[in-house]
């Protein structure tokens, strides 16, 4: 069910460096939505982009969906040892048809 | 390795009746994650299973719903007394050792 291309697979920065997470789909994306993977959790809402060349923040983490809704970026500023963790990608490609990446790794060294 | 399952993919159930969904894990996966899905967040968190143990059931309505993931079988999601409030997509995870989540197809319950 893990129709979106997500890149990288991992990713190891060091703290206070800047990184950006790619999600890309060959179908336009009614709903694209980011979440965040934590050891024994379930996932964490970050943002949703619905609108063509929509952008969101919050806190260091911004997100931007394309004009063509078919490709989205999760960047962070000035990481942290707390940004850690396993970034998913999750998108409505069609009427509540939900499909999902295959996740980023993200390690962030202090 | 087939990915993980879930059946039925559609579901209806009319408002009193209980509702069974079933999530298979993919093979050596021994955590399953159940998550609904709504509106404006896409996927809200409901419990977190692993064989015969609820780790995390925060998520879960305190009354008509219940998860088990038996050491046999697949995890199942259980709605008793289903209301239209209830009509949604459910979402199933597992995931070898509770970091990457492998998401199954959806079952989408409609209550009528």
């Known amino acids: 069910s893990q129709e979106l291309e997500q890149s990288p697979q991992s990713l190891i920065v060091q703290e206070g460096k800047n990184l950006t997470i790619n999600c890309t789909s060959s179908?336009?994306?009614?709903?694209l939505y980011w979440y965040k993977q934590k050891y024994g959790e379930g996932l964490i809402f970050l943002m949703m982009?619905?609108?063509?060349?929509e952008e969101k923040s919050h806190e260091k983490i911004t997100a931007k969906l394309d004009e063509k809704k078919q490709q989205s970026s999760l960047h962070i500023t000035a990481s942290q040892p707390s940004h850690a963790g396993i970034y998913l990608c999750?998108?409505?490609?069609?009427?509540?048809?939900?499909?999902f990446g295959a996740g980023t790794r993200l390690t962030v060294k202090p | 390795n087939a990915g993980v399952m879930q059946n039925p993919r559609h579901l209806v159930r009319r408002r009193g009746q209980e509702a069974r969904l079933r999530c298979s894990p993919m093979?050596?996966?021994?955590?399953v994650y159940w998550y609904r899905q709504l509106p404006e967040e896409g996927l809200k968190f409901m419990v977190y299973?692993?064989?015969?143990?609820?780790?995390?059931e925060s998520g879960m309505p305190k009354e008509r719903f219940s998860a088990e993931f038996p050491k046999e079988g697949p995890s199942i999601l259980r709605i008793q007394q289903v209301v239209r409030g209830d009509s949604a997509a459910y979402f199933c995870?597992?995931?070898?050792?509770?970091?990457?989540?492998?998401f199954g197809p959806g079952t989408r319950l409609t209550v009528t």
């Open positions: 995870a597992s995931s070898p050792e509770g970091h990457e989540q492998y």
């Open positions: 179908k336009t994306l009614y709903g």
């Open positions: 982009l619905q609108k063509g060349g």
């Open positions: 999750g998108a409505d490609i069609s009427n509540n048809d939900m499909r």
């Open positions: 093979k050596g996966h021994s955590h």
């Open positions: 299973l692993q064989k015969e143990n609820i780790i995390d």
